[in-house]
C-alpha cells in the first residue's frame, strides 16, 4: 500500500536550517509530481514547494529563496531544505504525491528562540 514516512523535523532558532525527508513506499514513484504541505496551528494546510516528475520547482512566495525541494528518484525519497527559517515557518510538515490521496504523519518543525 502506498506510505509517505516524514521525517527530519525539530526545534530550530530563527535562522536556522533543517533539511526534512519524505520517503515513499507502494507506488512508482518516478512517476508522480510530489509536494510539501505545512499546517500551522489554527490554520488551514498550505503548499509550501511543489516538484515535477523531471524536476521543475515551485514555491510559495513566503518561502522563495529559502526552501528547496529535490528528488532522489532512486530511493524513492523528497526533501525540503529549509534555510533562514523564521518563527512564522513552525507547522506540521506534509509531503504527497499529486493524484494520491494518503497523507503521511508529518513532522513537527518548530523555530523560536
Known amino acids: 500500500q502506498v506510505q509517505l514516512v516524514e521525517s527530519g523535523g525539530g526545534l530550530v532558532q530563527p535562522g536556522g536550517s533543517l533539511r526534512l525527508s519524505c520517503a515513499a513506499s507502494g507506488f512508482t514513484f518516478s512517476r508522480y509530481h510530489m509536494r510539501w504541505y505545512r499546517q500551522a496551528p489554527g490554520k488551514e494546510r498550505e503548499s509550501v514547494a511543489f516538484?515535477?516528475?523531471?524536476?521543475?520547482?515551485t514555491y510559495v512566495d513566503s518561502v522563495k529563496g529559502r526552501f528547496t525541494i529535490s528528488r532522489d528518484n532512486a530511493k524513492s525519497t523528497v526533501y525540503l531544505q529549509m534555510d533562514s527559517l523564521k518563527p512564522e515557518d513552525t507547522a506540521v510538515y506534509y509531503c504527497?504525491?499529486?493524484?494520491?490521496?494518503?497523507w503521511g504523519q508529518g513532522t513537527q518543525v518548530t523555530v523560536s528562540s
Open positions: 516538484i515535477t516528475t523531471t524536476g521543475d520547482t
Open positions: 504527497k504525491a499529486l493524484g494520491q490521496s494518503v
